[in-house]
């Protein structure tokens, strides 16, 4: 193999719309820029799709779907599980890919690989489990018989801060299901979403199953190919806000949903928590992927015992952190994605210093090039504070104090969002009461990080609608048939 350089693996990208198993640029011939979030330098140009590509990758999503739910679900695991061997063992070129169009470090781009890889093995398994029933009528004449069948053609949006593994979580029980596809990466960073769909075709996927569009208008895009009717699904990962947006152009034709949107996740220790273990998983939760994660820890707050004493030594850890271009050695922290990012993580810092909180490192940008925001940590914040009730996807750590249990939960409970929760005690009734009591889908139990393909991921609340992963994430892309019989 040529070396892994950072030219290399730009270069061996095509950048152009895939559409019925044919890679071709935009219909109006137009492009748009990739940039690196570290340097602002432009990485390279690719196609920006307009209404008429959307609805032309429709179109040969809608006309491959026939053939597609036919096909052997055996195979379609196979296709899934070939795509896998491909990523791990593309892994190097794909994580600097990654690292170059989105920022994060080195080491967390070939973890997100891994881990996007590690979707498709899973619904390679999942393919070949999809069940049904049998059954007799309670009136012991007639008979049930449930079958499973896909959805159909179903749109995948995909944001940015995860480019790969938020693909592959719904690529894959997409193709094993047995619906194809339209796919619309985010514009800052369509490369690895387009590898991605070379390794799919290399892999043995049919023409047609999955299409990529890349574009600068998404909305423009979009919506016409929404409210077209044919597409039978919807799945988005993205803000609460434009999930709401499609949620409402999905009524129209009353497509099914799947919304993985915003989260607020309380990270709550208590006074009987191993303070080291309590530490070491609030890194964790706050600063995988440089913060800017749904499931990033967006509220500490700590009981009063040990309140002073878990804000020194996470003030003592994020303080540590090198900064810095994710492709250089030891780096932790990179870039934010934008520089609208790092001015509405400065902005919500300053709100909350200017409403009383105390800002024990960090608090302003990095001077220089590149989208670079210290990380921070912020004690006696009040919950009148912005960043108490918004995510704040980047390195900032706000910690409130509390004295009760009951007041710990109706903090963290009072927000719109509820994705996941973060709870760190050592009393086992504790654990399971607050667990239960925390309004998410989702809590880490004296654990940092929740995130499995072979876990139900999803929130409730405003973050959003089905889950992914696990056993239930390929039910999002199957309907239940019942046929009755009579005999
Ligand atoms: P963020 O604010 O984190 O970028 P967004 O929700 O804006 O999150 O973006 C997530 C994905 O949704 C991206 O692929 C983006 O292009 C897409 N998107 C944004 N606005 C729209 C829209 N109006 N219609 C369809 N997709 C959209």
């Not at 602002?40 to 179109?59: K, M």
């Not at 049998?134 to 179903?154: C, D, E, H, I, W």
């Not at 999930?243 to 993985?260: F, I, Y």
């Not at 609030?282 to 002073?308: L, P, S």
Request: one cysteine or more; proline letters at 5%.
């Amino acid at each position: 193999m040529s070396a892994v350089t950072e030219s290399s693996v730009v270069e061996a990208v095509t950048k152009e719309l895939f559409i019925g198993g044919k890679w071709t640029p935009a219909g109006s011939g137009a492009t748009f820029p990739v940039s690196d979030p570290a340097t602002g330098a432009v990485l390279c140009e690719v196609a920006d799709a307009s209404a008429a590509d959307g609805l032309a990758a429709l179109d040969a999503a809608v006309s491959a779907q026939a053939d597609w739910a036919a096909h052997p679900p055996r195979e379609r695991g196979e296709i899934l599980r070939r795509a896998y061997d491909a990523l791990l063992a593309r892994q190097e070129e794909l994580a600097l890919l990654m690292t170059l169009e989105m920022g994060k470090p080195l080491a967390e781009s070939r973890g997100e690989v891994a881990y996007a890889a590690e979707f498709f093995r899973w619904f390679a398994e999942e393919a070949v489990r999809i069940d049904g029933g049998y059954a007799v009528a309670p009136n012991g004449t007639g008979r049930f018989l449930v079958t499973k069948q896909p959805v159909g053609p179903s749109l995948l949006i995909t944001p940015w801060n995860f480019p790969m593994a938020m693909g592959t979580r719904k690529i894959g029980p997409a193709v094993a299901a047995g619906c194809t596809m339209v796919v619309k990466p985010a514009e800052q960073t369509p490369l690895s979403m387009l590898a991605l769909a070379q390794i799919l075709a290399d892999a043995g996927l049919p023409d047609g199953v999955l299409n990529v569009i890349t574009t600068s208008d998404a909305g423009g895009v979009m919506e016409p190919v929404i409210r077209d009717g044919r597409a039978r699904k919807l799945s988005f990962t993205g803000s609460t806000a434009v999930g709401r947006l499609l949620l409402e152009q999905c009524a129209d034709k009353v497509l099914r949903t799947s919304m993985e949107l915003g989260g607020n996740a309380p990270f709550l220790v208590f006074d009987d928590a191993d303070l080291d273990a309590a530490v070491e998983g609030a890194m964790q939760a706050k600063m995988r992927n440089i913060g800017e994660a749904c499931t990033a820890a967006n509220r500490f707050y700590v009981q009063r015992g040990i309140a002073d004493e878990f804000a020194r030594r996470l003030t003592e850890r994020m303080s540590a952190l090198p900064i810095g271009r994710g492709t250089e050695d030891g780096v932790v922290v990179g870039p934010l994605i934008d520089s609208a990012a790092v001015a509405k993580v400065d902005e919500l810092v300053e709100d909350a210093a200017r409403r009383g909180a105390e800002v024990l490192t960090g608090g302003a940008t990095v001077d220089g090039p590149g989208n670079f925001y210290q990380p921070t940590v912020l004690t006696r914040v009040p919950a009148d504070a912005r960043l108490s009730r918004e995510e704040i996807f980047g390195p900032v750590a706000p910690i409130s104090v509390f004295d009760t249990e009951d007041e710990a939960l109706a903090a963290a409970n009072d927000t719109e969002y509820g994705l996941v929760g973060y709870v760190y005690t050592n009393d086992v009734k504790r654990a399971l009461r607050v667990s239960e009591r925390l309004e998410t889908g989702m809590v880490g139990l004296n654990q940092g990080i929740v995130s499995n393909p072979a876990a139900p991921f999803g929130g409730v609340k405003q973050s959003g609608l089905g889950r992914e992963g696990g056993t239930v994430g390929i039910e999002e892309f199957l309907e239940t048939k019942y046929v009755a019989v009579s005999l």
